[in-house]
């Protein structure tokens, strides 16, 4: 990664001020897919799955090993070999990326100014990727046809925005402030991409090099989206005492059709500083107090699709009069009553220092509702489509935060602390006309549901209640018709004696109780030490890697939990896992509260030690100062999770958050610098 930094800035004339800033960056990287399971080509979960006496190789020594050893017994594709999957799937992406700013501020008067800024972004990839002969074709039968594929977009955006700001004191009680301004952003990716194979050899992995005719794919794509606001606001104190903001926005957006883009969200704030008051002064240990309340609304139109409103069309095939011919069809159904989320927010908050601030505390309590919720909700196959995106619901997140600080030393040997606590709560509040839950998938079936008065994206699936432990107790038991002694036991939620998909619901979800944070800064005789801490308590994950590596079909790689197991009626186990089968029966494997796992922890985020050169060192260097220092990131964490990363999802959205379906672990970074002052 190559990146440079300019920054210029300078007062051409007595009330001219400009600058610009310009960061053009260059990177290239060798890719290898880690996440994901490893019929997706996931390496982290491919290498975890794999038998341990496996070899590499065949026995030739070239050939990879394709891993299928149990499949004939187990009916079941092989493991993909990790080693191949790193080595002979090649992938390189070139990433270019300037960013450049500019500004120009004028005094119009002196109360009054205008100010202009801009920037542009731009951001260029390419990715060449190739699989190589030598790569199992599903895993069973190297040597295959290698493959290969060409990949480019261009990503352009632009911001403008221009503020005409007015300030003035009026005597010494009055003081206004008034802001004016607009903003407009337009957006466009262009993307190409082309695959070809049959390539005679593995020498040269460029598409031209692919046998004539070969080329399978060939896609290209254009999107753009464009913005824009006006907006004003209102600063007013009285005495610096007591505090007024009003502002309001008008907010255009392209996203949405042409009779629902414009949104208005407006937004009121006060505030009162007690300890400007002719009664507080007499309380000498409090040096500030100030009281905050807020109300205001604001809009959201982020959305993955840059046209959720109209009704899209592809391209397909169709057979008339038995001859095959090329057409349109409408891929995404049409939805122009579509518009802004709205997010209507309360606040209340009080600042409190104490002791000339050596001490100083906030408390914030806040509620927010979101209305009117951009998703993509599943509709009848009937309709021919699988989802539609709509204006759908309505959500609350409400809860507490808290902040310290205090300098606990002062003096040759200083010592800081700061520390924060927060609570939320999330539940939704409506979901469309009939209030019907939403489903959500993540590749593996149904995992998360959005329902009334549950948190957004909660865990959905049966709920285990112990195993089978012999053959009275399954006679006993509502069960799964396939169900034997030492298979899963599950919940009958709806109470019709059968163990069938009715008997799902919600399992847990992601929500923390509360996340909480520390930061310790020492400092003696040039040393300086830095410890910060992060942790969340509460909430869980739906681990479906556990779901792999504990199926006990004894078709991949197990977890040593899957040595408590059911084995018989006198040696039950540990009374979770279910019996070795290499022909499930029962449902052991489904979505489950067997998958759901604590993901409370606490981690040891950066661990920095430092020495500052004493002045009589550096000064005939005519060096300000000089700095070096030791770092560790992501230290450590404590927590019981069985996965790598207690805060992991790997999916997208606020519909299947919480989930780890083999994901990457978190990185432990040392790193060592020097700072140089001149």
């Known amino acids: 990664r190559y990146t440079v930094r300019v920054n210029l800035e300078s007062e051409i004339l007595p009330r001219l001020k400009v600058g610009v800033n310009l960061i053009p960056t260059y990177r290239i990287r060798d890719e290898v897919r880690a996440e994901g399971h490893w019929a997706d080509n996931g390496v982290i979960n491919s290498a975890l799955s794999a038998m341990p006496m496996a ?71 390419r990715r060449n990727s190739y699989r190589t002969s030598r790569m199992p074709l599903n895993q069973i039968l190297p040597p295959s046809v290698a493959t290969g594929t060409a990949f480019s977009d261009q990503s352009v955006g632009w911001l403008f925005n221009q503020t005409l700001d007015y300030n003035k004191d009026f005597g010494d009680d009055h003081s206004l402030g008034v802001l004016i301004g607009m903003e407009s952003t337009r ?143 409408v891929s995404s159904p049409e939805n122009r009553n579509l518009s802004w989320e709205k997010n209507q927010q309360f606040d209340i908050g009080l600042d409190l220092g104490l002791f000339n601030n050596r001490i100083y505390f906030t408390a914030d309590y806040y509620d927010r509702i979101t209305k009117d919720l951009l998703l993509s909700v599943n509709v009848p196959t009937i ?61 593996v079936g149904e995992t998360n549901i959005t329902m009334i008065g549950q948190p957004i994206g909660s865990f959905y699936g049966y709920l285990q209640t112990g195993i089978f432990l012999n053959q009275a107790d399954l006679a006993a038991s509502t069960r799964d018709a396939t169900a034997r002694p030492g298979d899963v036991k599950y919940a009958d939620i709806n109470g019709d004696k059968r163990i069938n998909a009715d008997d799902r619901g919600i399992i847990g979800n992601n929500q923390p109780d509360f996340t909480y944070g520390l930061t310790n800064n020492l400092s003696y005789k040039g040393f300086d030490l830095s410890i910060a801490v992060q942790g969340s308590q509460g909430g869980e994950i739906l681990n479906l890697s556990r779901r792999f590596f504990e199926n006990l079909e004894g078709n991949q790689n197990q977890l040593t939990t899957v040595l408590n197991r059911w084995r018989s009626e006198t040696s039950p186990g540990d009374g979770v896992t279910p019996r070795a089968n290499a022909r499930p029966t029962g449902q052991n494997n489904a979505i489950s509260s067997r998958w759901v796992e604590d993901a409370s922890y606490l981690r040891i985020q950066n661990l920095t030690l430092g020495y500052r050169l004493p002045a009589s060192l550096i000064k005939q260097a005519k060096l300000q100062q000089v700095r070096v220092y030791l770092s560790a990131q992501n230290l450590y964490t404590f927590t019981d999770y069985l996965g790598y990363n207690p805060e992991v999802s790997n999916y997208e ?13 978190l990185a432990r970074t040392f790193s060592v610098g020097i700072n140089i002052g001149f």
């Open 55 to 125: 070899p590499i190789y065949a026995a030739d020594g070239v050939t990879y090993s394709s891993q299928t050893e149990l499949a004939p017994a187990y009916n079941y594709p092989g493991v993909t070999n990790p080693v191949a999957n790193i080595t002979e799937n090649h992938s390189k992406l070139n990433t270019a990326n300037i960013l450049a700013n500019a500004f120009a501020e004028y005094g119009i008067m002196k109360d009054l100014k205008y100010r202009a800024s801009g920037n542009v972004s731009y951001t260029g990839n």
């Open 187 to 329: 957006n466009s990716i262009q993307s190409s991409s082309a695959s070809g194979s049959a390539f005679p050899n593995d020498l040269v992995e460029t598409l031209n090099a692919s046998a004539s005719g070969s080329t399978t794919t060939a896609t290209s794509s254009l999107v753009e989206n464009s913005t824009i606001s006006y907006f004003a606001r209102i600063n007013y104190s009285y005495k610096n005492r007591y505090l007024f903001n009003l502002s309001v926005r008008r907010d255009g957006s392209s996203i949405f059709g042409p009779d629902k883009r414009w949104g208005n969200f407006p937004a009121a704030s006060i505030g009162w500083r007690i300890h400007e008051e002719e009664f507080f002064k007499n309380i000498g240990f409090i040096s500030e107090a100030k009281l905050r309340a807020s109300y205001g609304l604001s809009g959201n139109n982020a959305f993955t699709s840059f046209y959720p409103y109209a009704a899209l069309l592809s391209t397909d095939n169709y057979v008339f009069n038995n001859i095959l011919g090329n057409g349109l069809r």
């Open 383 to 443: 309709t021919g489509f699988s989802t539609v995106v709509q204006n759908i619901g309505k959500m609350q997140n409400k809860g507490w935060e808290f902040s310290i600080s205090t300098r606990n030393l002062t003096g040759a040997f200083t010592w800081n602390t700061s520390a924060n606590l927060s609570f939320n709560r999330n539940e939704v509040l409506a979901l469309g006309p009939t209030g019907d839950p939403i489903r959500s998938g993540t590749g």
């Open 653 to 665: 959205g606020a519909l299947t958050g919480g989930v780890d379906y083999g994901s990457f672990p």
